[in-house]
Structure formats: structure tokens, C-alpha cells
Nanobody
Framework: QVQLVESGGGLVQPGGSLRLSCAAS????????MGWYRQAPGKQRELVAA???????NYADSVKGRFTISRDNAKNTVYLQMNSLKPEDTAVYYC????????????????WGQGTQVTVSS
């Protein structure tokens, strides 16, 4: 089995910063892409940022210049540094990993974390 465990959410004032972490563990052969999605009340889940195994990244337009995604391949961990937070960043943030499991080398599977709440409010 594979698990994604997130940490780092919380309550922050507008203009503040938070850092999310997500560690993947279990029967992992290779993680191709790791990313962060978010879902606000009444809205669809949306991609925030993603990073591939080679280090290339992409970001939602709404977070460019404020958020930075990074990963530590040795630790199977992805981070999201969020600066200049705005109230509209309030959402549940979900970690995602697209990976190859040991013994199932032909198939890439999506795994999700349990979600962590980020609230930006004064």
C-alpha cells in the first residue's frame, strides 16, 4: 500500500506564510509527479502546483509568484511554500502523487492525501 501524509496547514492572517509538506511511503518504485490541489467550499478541486521528477514545475495563474513547490526525491516528499496569502487561498489542500508501485511497473496510479485545511483570515 501507499500512503500520503500531509502536514502544515492552519490559520494565518492575510499576507502571511505557510509551508505544507507531504510525505509518501509504502510500496513505491518511482514517483513521477507530485502536486498540490485545493478545494474551497462550493468549488471544484483545482490544481495549485505540480513538480515532475526532473524538477520542472507548473502553477495555477492565481498563485504564480507567491507559491513555490519543491520536492526531496530521496525522502519522497513534496513541499508547498505559500507566501503573501490571501483570503481566496482558503481551502482544503490535497497532496497528489502519480507513481509506479513495486510489482506493477506498467501502470501509473494516482494517490491522494487526506487533505489539510488552510484558512486565511484576519
Amino acid at each position: 500500500q501507499v500512503q500520503l501524509v500531509e502536514s502544515g496547514g492552519g490559520l494565518v492572517q492575510p499576507g502571511g506564510s505557510l509551508r505544507l509538506s507531504c510525505a509518501a511511503s509504502g510500496s513505491i518504485f518511482r514517483i513521477n509527479t507530485m502536486g498540490w490541489y485545493r478545494q474551497a467550499p462550493g468549488k471544484q478541486r483545482e490544481l495549485v502546483a505540480a513538480i515532475r521528477s526532473g524538477g520542472s514545475t507548473n502553477y495555477a495563474d492565481s498563485v504564480k509568484g507567491r507559491f513555490t513547490i519543491s520536492r526531496d526525491n530521496a525522502k519522497n516528499t513534496v513541499y508547498l511554500q505559500m507566501n503573501s496569502l490571501k483570503p481566496e487561498d482558503t481551502a482544503v489542500y490535497y497532496c497528489n502523487a502519480k507513481l509506479i508501485r513495486l510489482g506493477a511497473y506498467e501502470v501509473e496510479i494516482d494517490y491522494w492525501g487526506q487533505g489539510t485545511q488552510v484558512t486565511v483570515s484576519s
